[in-house]
Structure formats: C-alpha cells, structure tokens
C-alpha cells in the first residue's frame, strides 16, 4: 500500500520528534525508542528511494519505447519509399536504436525486481538509472554532433558544385558586343 506524500511527510516528522523525544528518556528505554524511531526513518526513507526509482524507470522505458517505435516505423516505411534515407543518416539511426535498446533492456530489468530485492539494490539501481539517462544524452549528443558535421558536409559540396555551374555558365555566355 503506498501512502500519500503528505502521509509520509507527517510521518517523517512524528519519527524524527520521537527520535528527539528518545534522547529526553532515561536508559534503556530511550535508546530503544531512538534505534526503533532511527529504523522507521531509514525505512520510509529507502521506500520512497525505491518508489522514484521505479517511477524514473518506468518513465525512461516509456520515453525509450516511443523513440524505439519512431525510429523503426521510420527506418521500415523508408525502405520502400521513393526518396530513401542516406547511408550515413541510416547508419547514425541503427547507432541510435541499438543504444536505445540497450537502455530499454536494462530499465526493464531494474524496473521487474522484486520488492525485497529493489529495497537492497536501491543505491545500485539509482546509478543503473543514471547511467541509462546519461548513455541517452551521449547517444542523442553524438546524434546531433554527427548530424552536424554530415549537414554541413553535404552543404559545402551543394555550394561548390553552385559555383561551379555559375562559373561553367559565366564562362559559356557570349561576352557583351558593343
């Protein structure tokens, strides 16, 4: 059963004040009321850890599956098409999808451990988590850099072979007679 943000907020609260309170208690039993205050915090503390783990999972996997989607339709309807895709950009594309998979496969992994398991593994799958979110940047930065460098390639051999024509054009027209 999850508990609202405000539930667990309150909580919090009522724990750490009895952790306070526990230090107000003679011995024994104010360490006890502070180590069972101390072991509810870290327990909620870790819960919510997990749910936010869960929820960034479940987000990159969604985000992950739309663009793995877009990009096959893309890469599938292009074959057929008139106008079909460049080498380069298809290759960049396949570069994408792959890296897109592999996080996908790994956040469908972390996201389907069992609640005793993801409660131990929570440091670990904060940095899979991180990791997936930052192999996404690279690979989209990487896109965008190649993307780039392939433009501007295709733009200056665009505009050398303009100046070409313009020159073999200049040079084919009669000169003026007056």
């Known amino acids: 059963m999850r508990l609202s943000a405000d539930t667990t907020s309150n909580l919090l609260k009522g724990l750490k004040a009895l952790?306070?309170?526990?230090?107000?208690?003679?011995?024994p039993a104010g360490g006890i009321v502070k180590c069972v205050a101390g072991v509810g915090i870290t327990l909620i503390e870790t819960a919510e850890r997990v749910r936010a783990n869960?929820?960034?999972c479940s987000d990159i996997a969604r985000r992950a599956?739309?663009?793995i989607l877009v990009l096959k339709s893309w890469l599938d309807h292009e074959e057929g098409s008139d106008e079909p895709l460049s080498d380069d950009?298809?290759?960049r594309l396949e570069r994408y999808l792959e890296v897109l998979t592999g996080v996908l496969t790994t956040?469908?992994?972390?996201?389907?451990?069992s609640r005793p398991?993801?409660?131990f593994k929570t440091a670990s799958i904060q940095d899979e988590t991180r990791d997936c979110l930052n192999r996404l940047n690279e690979a989209y930065q990487m896109y965008m850099f190649q993307f780039s460098l392939a433009a501007d390639t295709k733009l200056t051999s665009i505009l050398n072979r303009m100046q070409v024509m313009s020159l073999s054009a200049n040079a084919t027209l009669p000169a003026n007679q007056d």
């Open 19 to 27: 952790q306070s309170a526990g230090e107000a208690i003679p011995a």
């Open 54 to 56: 869960k929820e960034e």
């Open 65 to 67: 599956a739309e663009q």
């Open 89 to 91: 950009l298809r290759d």
């Open 107 to 113: 956040v469908d992994r972390l996201g389907n451990y």
């Open 117 to 119: 398991k993801r409660i």
